[in-house]
């Protein structure tokens, strides 16, 4: 049986989008924060409420499409693989990280978040798009 490196989750976006190009290749990557919220009762009986940010690498036509058609607040399901990286800092220490590399995605709003009256999100682009209009 092979390996499987995939989760499969529903999330909001919580940065601005900027899709940048890697110079020794020219292939697009767009790096981004999710958050997941969960809720618990504690030993007391205490509602907790949590919020987990994941760090997100997208890369090639994928970063492309996700720069043009979303933003923070966006809520969006994501396949994905964990990915952990490893380099030395600038005192020669090791650092390592551990990010989600998005391998596919699907829209989960029918609206974007910052149509909300309770939403103090600003718009990413001037123009809409509904998500029929979206060419995928």
Request: aromatic content about 12%.
């Amino acid at each position: 049986m092979a390996d499987l490196n995939k989760v499969m989750l529903i999330w909001r976006i919580t940065t601005d989008l900027e899709v940048k190009k890697i110079w020794d290749s020219w292939n697009s990557v767009l790096n981004f924060s999710l958050a997941t919220n969960r809720s618990y009762k504690n030993k007391s009986g205490e509602k907790i409420e949590e919020a987990e940010f994941h760090r997100c690498v997208v890369f090639g036509p994928l970063a492309d499409m996700m720069g043009q058609y979303l933003w923070k607040g966006r809520k969006i399901f994501v396949e994905w693989r964990l990915r952990t990286r490893q380099w030395e800092d600038q005192s020669g220490n090791k650092r390592y990280t551990t990010e989600i590399v998005v391998t596919d995605i699907n829209f989960c709003d029918s609206k974007p978040a910052w149509w909300s009256s309770t939403s103090d999100l600003t718009p990413k682009k001037e123009e809409t798009t509904e998500d029929d209009d979206i060419p995928f």
